[in-house]
């Protein structure tokens, strides 16, 4: 069984990862959240959130809520893209090799 990790990595990476869906990816993100605290609100925002690469190659967006403060996450879904994939899984290597 393969171990779960997860690479923290910065907007700038994530930007080379997925190129012309990098907006519609933060802005998915930012926008379209789920808060338990919030739920009856029908928008929600999430804000001071980082980024990470889990073993699947897709991100997962940690945050909090702009309304309430409560901590919030996302998962994109983009490992299934071949592109995406392959750029992830050379941004993992140069990560763990930094280490």
Known sequence: MEKKIEILIGVDELRFIVEDEFDQIIDLVKH???CSNCNEKTKIEMIEYDLSLNELNDVVFRG???????????YVEIGEN????????????????EN
């Open 32 to 34: 379209n959240s789920f």
């Open 82 to 97: 071949k592109t995406f994939r392959n750029k992830a899984e050379i941004l993992k290597r140069n990560k763990l090799n």
């Open 64 to 74: 909090k809520c702009k309304s309430c403060g409560k901590n919030i996450g996302r």
